[in-house]
């Protein structure tokens, strides 16, 4: 099955949206491993639907203008990666949660490394906000797109980012 796709621009690098019939598939960063979001053939398709409603909302939400997404997500994964991405969209905009938390959430409370793996598999950064978890001690941890742009994202979230 082929999947649309589009490069698009913001203040963390060049974003890949990937999208199906069904919905958003992925946004993958700039230098992403190319294994982490194991994705079939892509097509350069800039105005398919689902394409054009992330990148307006995405551009939003580094506007400051958005808090909340309502683009339809198509997750690819197994069942507990897709219990772990659907809890990170329980996270409020601004606000953190540790991987413990997450994995108490989902009814695995021993399962924090596990629940560390699949957020790093998360294929939706952003709208399904990885940022937004961190280590027990509220360290910043490991990001798909860099700790660089995870540091970004939530200082955007605080409101501590001039623009």
């Known amino acids: 099955m082929t999947l649309a796709c589009k490069i698009v621009p913001s203040p ?5 949206l990937v999208a199906s019939a069904a919905g958003l598939v992925a946004i993958l960063w ?12 892509l097509t350069d398709d800039p105005e398919h639907g689902v394409i054009v409603s992330a990148e307006r909302q995405l551009r939003a939400y580094f506007g400051r203008t958005l808090e909340r997404f309502d683009v339809p997500l198509d997750f690819r994964g197994t069942e507990f990666q897709k219990q772990v991405w659907s809890a990170l969209l329980t996270i409020p905009f601004g606000e953190t949660r540790s ?4 994995a108490r959430q989902i009814g695995r409370p ?3 490394r596990a ?3 699949a957020n790093g598999r998360n294929p939706i950064s952003i709208i399904a906000p990885c940022h937004r978890v961190v280590g027990s001690s509220g360290a910043l941890t490991g990001f798909a797109g860099g700790l660089e742009a995870k540091r970004y994202l939530l200082a955007l979230e605080s409101r501590q980012l001039a623009l």
Request: charged residues 20%; without cysteine.
């Open 99 to 102: 991987y413990g938390e997450i």
């Open 30 to 41: 700039q230098d992403d491993r190319p294994d982490r979001v194991p994705l079939g053939g």
């Open 115 to 117: 629940v560390g793996a």
């Open 110 to 112: 021993s399962a924090s």
């Open 12 to 16: 963390v690098g060049n974003l890949t």
